[in-house]
């Protein structure tokens, strides 16, 4: 099953704006960068217009470089009083499933989702509590 | 000229065709001294610059740039220029040094102009494109790319192959530009010719080429037939470039499939090309949650 495909993409433009943002708060020039990623700096200033096209092998040096909480490079920033992150594809697919449901089928689907939540929150606890009692000894 | 030297040559050349590069850049390099020592000028640089190819195929070369570079400034013979710039591009485009290499391919272009010969015409159109593609000039590549494919007639067996790579070229060249089906259609043609010609050496580049296109047209089962078979082939031959490429469509084909099981199957696989980097999940999550196939070139 396909998903939108507008709904996903996110145009080269957009991340070269994002990478620009990103490199400005870290301080660093246009050559400094582009000398850590290991390409030009005209062409670093081209992927910030969104005209240049990198090679996996270079993002995955940015991404290196960057060292940050990666999806934070190519998500859209969240205010800082909504510290909620962005929905991730994986959450936009899960939300695509969903509206395919009947009513029925989406009441069946959100008491299993609760019951998981419930489940892994009780887990938490319990692992939470026997860490304090190794902790005391007791 | 002598006898000898048109067997050497010919004894090259047939090397060559069977694919056994270094003994043809040995004969090269022979029929060039041999040359040398006979006074043949000519027959010399002709030869040199034959046995640089060879050695560019084998991913050596570059400490006999200046060497082309002499023959360049120095010979009259316009076809030993023109190979001399061809080679030089070469050169300098494994050390990495894009602009001179470009500049080279640019110098060797006109020159094949000026000789009007068709094969040199489109073999150095065709590395001008190469080049501009990787800079992400797309119509800078797509200018070369129809220049090399609108000139090749009469062809062979080996030129036949060498005439699907140039379609396959401009057929990618064309789903970056928005001329996705346009793209898809020539690099369906290139992948029948170089199947009817037993390329599987060519065939996986091209099968790359269609899983992203079909990616891009939503067509995700070919996309994905494309993929699988192009990752296979390039893990035989040896390609990192390419099944580094493949892993990252095929991923993107499963989350759009909608199974992220798979996709990070792939992303596991890709991130593994990465020691420097190790098999990050945070990473894994970036290619899942983003869609970077317009700020991916696979040619890069």
Known sequence: MAINLHELATPAADVGARLRSLRKERHLTQTELARQIGIQQSDLSRMEKGEYRVSLDNLFKILTVFDIALNDFFADKQADDEPRRALSREDMQILHLVRQLSESGRREAMEFLEFKVRREQQDRRAIASRRGNRETGS | ?300
């Not at chain 2, 056994?20 to 004969?27: F, R």
């Open chain 2, 1 to 300: 000229m002598s006898a000898r030297f048109d067997e050497l040559m010919r004894s090259a050349e047939a090397a060559f065709t069977r694919d056994d590069i270094e003994s043809a850049a040995g004969l090269y390099a022979e029929a060039a001294e041999f040359a040398r020592g006979e006074g043949n000028e000519d027959g010399a640089d002709h030869a040199f610059c034959n046995q640089c190819s060879m050695l560019a195929e084998l991913d050596r070369g570059f400490e006999q740039i200046p060497k082309l570079k002499e023959i360049l400034l120095r010979s009259s013979n316009t076809k030993n220029r023109f190979l001399a710039a061809y080679c030089t591009a070469v050169a300098y485009d494994l050390q990495d040094d894009r602009e001179k290499s470009w500049s080279y391919a640019n110098r060797a272009l006109e020159l094949s102009d000026t000789l009007g010969e068709a094969d040199l015409i489109s073999r150095s159109a065709n590395l001008a494109g190469t080049l501009a593609i990787r800079e992400s000039k797309f119509d800078e590549a797509d200018r070369c790319y129809q220049k090399a494919l609108g000139i090749q007639e009469n062809l062979d067996g080996y030129h036949r192959i060498v005439r699907a790579q140039y379609k396959d070229n401009l057929g990618y060249v064309m789903m970056c530009t928005d001329r996705l089906h346009k793209g898809i259609d020539l690099c369906e043609e290139a992948r029948s010719d170089l199947e009817r010609l037993g390329a599987d050496h060519s065939l996986y580049e091209t099968l790359q080429d269609l899983c992203y296109g079909h990616l891009l047209a939503d067509n995700l089962d070919r996309a994905r037939e494309c993929g699988e078979k192009a990752l296979d082939l390039a893990i035989d031959f040896e390609d990192d470039q390419v099944a580094k490429n493949c892993l990252f469509l095929l991923s993107e084909t499963a989350v759009r499939h909608g199974d992220t099981f798979r996709a990070r199957r792939y992303l596991r696989e890709l991130t593994a090309y990465y020691p420097e980097v190790g098999i990050s999940e945070e990473i894994i999550d970036v290619f899942l949650s983003t869609d970077l196939t317009s700020v991916v070139n696979l040619r890069g």
